[in-house]
């Protein structure tokens, strides 16, 4: 028997859904193996998952609170993987929004009502995230640095200097000595919908936002660029296109969405900076498969992120009920994103197997 792979020109429409369902039930056919070697029943368990993220209102308010920082995240991710740039560093970049919308409410918070005060946080965050993001595009651009590693090593530096803030210099004098800043100001605070930890702001800025960044990747002239860079950064440059600034703007608005949602998280649900676990549920990360499952397009980063969301949720749920451990849903998501990169190779190649006398021939 022989394999011969050959690169596909184009696929269809048809073929990249049956391949991601495909990658999709590999993966979840993988995580059911790890299941049933910790002796758990793979179908109850995945159905566990689901039931408990999308089987009651409860779940699915959890669900829809946990997807929201994912769209904003995933959003951004999927602009920045389109030219080939792998931002890793999603988590500080939403620490590095969450730190600068802190000093704004804190500081100016109880001076401004909150029609002023909401949109600063958030532009605050934004500018937080888009600085933080633009340090691995100077690094790559100017000295060669991976920004893989450059990105992911950010992610550390951001989170020691968060520890540094509410331990140190912002540690609140009314939290009784623990790690965490004061509280924000009443009008910082995003109102929720009635029981539920759901902010009817943050979820129309993450739908808006995803759908605007579709826009600008398929139909402007900015999006345009960043295809082109990702496909052949010398044909880009070589067609005129202004690598450096581009790339500048790629990670500022990557960085700036990663902004959005560490404003959203400590404005709709924690009210104070605090370690960085508490503040962010590995979002960063996580969104990193969002963006992949999305096959890069901002838009269905919405559907993806609730995915993941469940996902989140109903492994929640299964350490409860059945004893799983913590680390089943970080499984469940590698898992997933394993088989979602092979995925993308069967997009790009296509396989042709020959046996007996046809290899002889």
């Keep these: 028997m022989q394999i011969d792979l050959f690169p596909r020109e184009?696929?269809?429409?048809?073929?990249?859904?049956?391949?991601?369902?495909?990658?999709?039930?590999?993966?979840?056919?993988?995580?059911?193996?790890?299941?049933?070697l910790n002796r758990v029943n793979p179908a109850v368990a995945i159905f566990s998952i689901f039931k408990g993220s999308f089987g009651s209102w409860y779940g699915i308010k959890e669900t829809v609170t946990k997807a929201i920082p994912l769209i904003l995240i995933g959003s951004g991710l999927a602009l920045a993987y389109k030219a080939k740039f792998w931002n890793i560093g999603a988590e500080s970049q939403l620490l590095v929004g969450a730190i600068f919308s802190t000093w704004v409410g804190l500081n100016w918070g109880p001076h401004l009502p909150a029609v002023?005060?909401?949109?600063?946080?958030?532009?605050?965050?934004?500018?937080?995230?888009?600085?933080?993001?633009?340090?691995?595009?100077?690094?790559?651009?100017?000295?060669?640095?991976?920004?893989?590693?450059?990105?992911?090593?950010?992610?550390?530096?951001?989170?020691?200097?968060?520890?540094?803030?509410?331990?140190?210099?912002?540690?609140?004098?009314?939290?009784?000595?623990?790690p965490y800043t004061d509280d924000l100001p009443a009008q910082a605070i995003l109102k929720q919908f009635a029981y539920s930890r759901v902010s009817p702001v943050l979820l129309i800025l993450a739908v808006v936002c995803a759908l605007v960044?579709?826009?600008?990747?398929?139909?402007?002239?900015?999006?345009?660029?960043?295809?082109?860079?990702?496909?052949?950064?010398?044909?880009?440059?070589?067609?005129g296109i202004n690598f450096f600034r581009t790339s500048l703007l790629i990670m500022m608005i990557s960085g700036g969405m990663a902004g959005l949602a560490g404003a959203g998280e400590l404005m709709s649900i924690h009210h104070y900076l605090s370690y960085p676990e508490t503040l962010s549920a590995g979002y960063g990360f996580t969104a990193i498969i969002v963006a992949w499952l999305a096959r890069l397009n901002p838009a269905f980063t919405i559907v993806s992120g609730l995915f993941f969301a469940g996902i989140i949720v109903g492994g929640d749920a299964i350490q409860i009920s059945m004893g799983m451990p913590a680390a089943t849903v970080n499984v469940f998501n590698g898992m997933i994103l394993v088989f979602l990169i092979m995925g993308d190779f069967f997009i790009s190649h296509r396989v042709r197997i020959r046996t007996g006398r046809a290899v002889h021939a």
């Design 213 to 239: 960044l579709s826009w600008l990747v398929f139909r402007s002239r900015f999006g345009y660029e960043i295809r082109v860079i990702g496909e052949n950064t010398h044909a880009a440059r070589y067609s």
């Design 10 to 36: 184009r696929t269809t429409p048809l073929q990249n859904l049956l391949i991601l369902i495909g990658s999709l039930l590999a993966g979840l056919f993988a995580v059911s193996i790890v299941f049933a």
């Design 116 to 178: 002023v005060l909401v949109p600063l946080m958030f532009l605050s965050a934004f500018i937080g995230g888009a600085l933080w993001g633009m340090v691995p595009a100077v690094l790559k651009i100017r000295f060669g640095i991976n920004e893989v590693i450059s990105t992911l090593m950010l992610n550390y530096i951001a989170a020691e200097f968060v520890k540094f803030l509410v331990v140190g210099p912002w540690k609140g004098a009314s939290k009784g000595g623990y």
